[in-house]
């Protein structure tokens, strides 16, 4: 064994998205477009506003796992930009899902009871913030009745 996986708590987001763009179905699966309208981040180390305009160019696999593509922006609190980058992966069971993608349920489903994962990368020039270009982070995400809401952990 290398190393045991260590992990620290570095915020928590939420994003409201606007309506989906479908693409349509295309040789890999079933590609839409989510838009970001507004978000949050908040915790000790990093906390500010996710801007409008970036989102999830979302891939939904023939097997229904959907694949996760997110670019956004964060202003910081503080007034530093940062660029962020996510791939991740989302497999509801067939039976959550009628609740899950119901806005008026989505926040009764235990998040427990589907997988939502992200690795967040974080890109930027401002150097009160430059230890993000060198970590990895991972999220735990859930779908909420306006978006999606995420706890990000650095890994150590």
């Not at 690795?119 to 735990?140: K, M």
Request: proline share 5%; with cysteine; charged share 20%.
């Amino acid at each position: 064994m290398v190393a045991a996986l260590k992990s620290e708590f570095l915020c928590s987001m939420a994003a409201s998205l606007d309506a989906s763009l479908p693409v349509g179905a295309g040789p890999i699966g079933n590609r839409m477009v989510a838009y970001v309208a507004s978000g949050t981040v908040e915790g000790d180390k990093l906390k500010g506003e996710i801007l409008p305009g970036g989102g999830d160019w979302a891939l939904v696999r023939q097997d229904g796992c959907l694949v996760i593509d997110v670019r956004i922006c964060i202003k910081t609190h503080d007034g530093a930009i940062i660029y962020v980058t996510y791939g991740g992966r989302m497999d509801i069971p067939a039976d959550l899902q009628p609740k899950v993608f119901n806005p008026q349920t989505a926040e009764s489903v235990d998040p427990a009871d589907y997988y939502f994962r992200t690795c967040p990368l974080f890109e930027t020039g401002d150097e009160r913030y430059a230890w993000l270009n060198r970590i990895q982070a991972v999220g735990v995400g859930r779908l909420t009745s306006t978006g999606v809401s995420y706890d990000v952990h650095q890994i150590l």
